[in-house]
């Protein structure tokens, strides 16, 4: 073999070499890339309107066929330790002041909606935060959140049960659903919060993955063994 051919032997290797390192290096990229998942929560917010998501995609992130992706939870003021409606305690990963791009933004419910209607940076973060999210969704009268920030202007959406029209009169442009668990429309996913809100949080799993997988957690979750008791 002579030193030309020689020559071109290295090249194939070092080409070889160089495609095998450039698909690996952006394997690791692609399996490195993160969906995020912010729940929203603060002072005296039903336990279960965050509880239920954070247990449900708890789960299902712990699975390989959804391990890109991660759930946070966001405070809507510069204090993260917040106090649930019914006492617990919870400390939020990030506030709406950080730097966050969401892939899914989620907002709970409170019996007194105003000081967060009132809080324009929460606002604020919720119209920006929908301008790239796959889906915004809420629990209960955190409709009205998403409500103020004309997240759901035009569209079918739900809010607790039996508040439908308060949330009708109060935002008209809303094409407010009545006596449905579970609304979904573009993007967006109302329900009525409290146990349904696990409902709710297993119909987006299924949006973002598969029916397959959402029944998975479901099972695990023994929902599928729910009977009505009264």
Known sequence: MDIAEGCKNIYRVLRTVFVVVALLTISNIVNAAKYTIGIVIYDDVLTSDVVA????????????WFSNYEVISISPTRKK?????EGLTMVADKTIYDDLKLDVLL?????????????????????EQDKHT????SNCSGSWLLGEAGVLDGKKATTWAGGEKELADRYKKIDVQYD???????GVITSNGSVVSYQAALVLLEKLSSKKFSTEVADVLQFSRLRPVF
């Open 180 to 186: 449905t668990n579970v609304v979904v429309d573009e």
């Open 81 to 85: 330790t917040i106090k649930t409606e």
């Open 134 to 137: 796959l889906w915004t969704v």
């Open 53 to 64: 998501p954070l247990e449900v995609f708890g789960i299902a992130t712990k699975q390989a």
């Open 107 to 127: 907002v709970g419910s409170a019996y007194d909606m105003k000081p967060y209607i009132n809080n324009k940076d929460l606002i604020n973060f919720i119209k």
